[in-house]
């Protein structure tokens, strides 16, 4: 019948790790609930070779004795191979931890990679090169003008920047030295009407 939605299943995020990780950890549980389950035996075997001793069945004891020995001696095997499970699913869970690490190392040295490749050494010496040029040729024109330029050009400068500053570069024309007098003002306007006259006599 397929999917419900029509769409496509997505890929399970577990991997092989992590379902060899879950079968260790299913057997080592295993082995505990046995391990618990053969103390509980040997104890209860135990006082049962008091209670027979107290009955004078030696013998019985002395065998319930040796089972009891021989359990302890599988309980000791138990203990290493639950402790060997417990060893290789940190062993494994730390490989896992070490290829996530191998992976973001693998994808910061295909970044640096690509940017390598977008701006080879000779790119960089290159822009090195023409700042210390660029950094050169105005130490040279700062130089210069220190050399030529005089306390007054410096002031002059300044004022200038100032005026730059406010808005106040307007030049405005030469005032005359020499006082204007009547005659002189009223020329402009002699020469006007003379030119208004000559228009009207030629029309």
Same mark, same amino acid.
């Given at each position: 019948?397929?999917?419900?939605?029509?769409?496509k299943?997505?890929?399970?995020?577990?991997?092989?790790?992590?379902?060899?990780?879950?079968q260790?950890?299913?057997?080592?549980?295993? =082995? /505990?609930?046995?391990? &618990?389950?053969?103390? *509980?035996? %040997?104890? !209860?075997e135990?006082l049962?070779?008091? #209670? +027979? =001793? /107290?009955?004078?069945? &030696?013998?019985?004891? *002395?065998? %319930?004795? !040796?089972?009891?020995?021989?359990?302890? #001696? +599988? =309980?000791?095997?138990?203990?290493?191979?639950?402790?060997?499970?417990?060893?290789?699913?940190?062993?494994?869970?730390?490989?896992?931890?070490?290829?996530?690490?191998?992976?973001?190392?693998?994808?910061?040295?295909?970044?640096l990679?690509?940017?390598?490749?977008?701006?080879s050494i000779?790119?960089?010496?290159?822009?090195?090169?023409?700042?210390?040029?660029a950094i050169?040729?105005?130490?040279?024109?700062?130089?210069?003008?220190?050399?030529?330029?005089?306390?007054?050009?410096?002031?002059?400068?300044?004022?200038?920047?100032?005026?730059?500053?406010?808005?106040?570069?307007?030049?405005?024309?030469?005032?005359?030295?020499?006082?204007?007098?009547?005659?002189?003002?009223?020329?402009?306007?002699?020469?006007?009407?003379?030119n208004t006259?000559?228009?009207?006599?030629?029309?």
């Amino acid at each position: 019948m397929g999917n419900v939605f029509g769409g496509k299943s997505r890929p399970s995020r577990v991997t092989e790790q992590d379902k060899a990780v879950l079968q260790l950890k299913q057997q080592r549980d295993k =082995l /505990k609930q046995y391990q &618990k389950r053969i103390t *509980l035996q %040997l104890d !209860k075997e135990h006082l049962l070779a008091k #209670q +027979l =001793l /107290k009955n004078g069945r &030696k013998e019985k004891a *002395l065998l %319930l004795l !040796k089972k009891k020995r021989y359990q302890d #001696q +599988l =309980l000791d095997k138990t203990e290493n191979q639950i402790s060997n499970l417990e060893r290789m699913v940190q062993d494994i869970e730390f490989m896992q931890i070490e290829l996530k690490v191998i992976e973001g190392l693998k994808a910061g040295n295909d970044c640096l990679r690509s940017m390598h490749q977008i701006m080879s050494i000779e790119d960089v010496e290159r822009i090195l090169d023409e700042t210390q040029e660029a950094i050169e040729y105005q130490k040279q024109i700062d130089d210069m003008l220190a050399g030529v330029l005089t306390q007054d050009d410096e002031d002059a400068v300044l004022a200038e920047l100032e005026a730059i500053t406010q808005g106040e570069d307007i030049e405005l024309p030469d005032v005359p030295a020499e006082p204007i007098t009547e005659e002189a003002s009223t020329q402009p306007e002699r020469r006007r009407a003379r030119n208004t006259e000559q228009e009207m006599l030629s029309v």
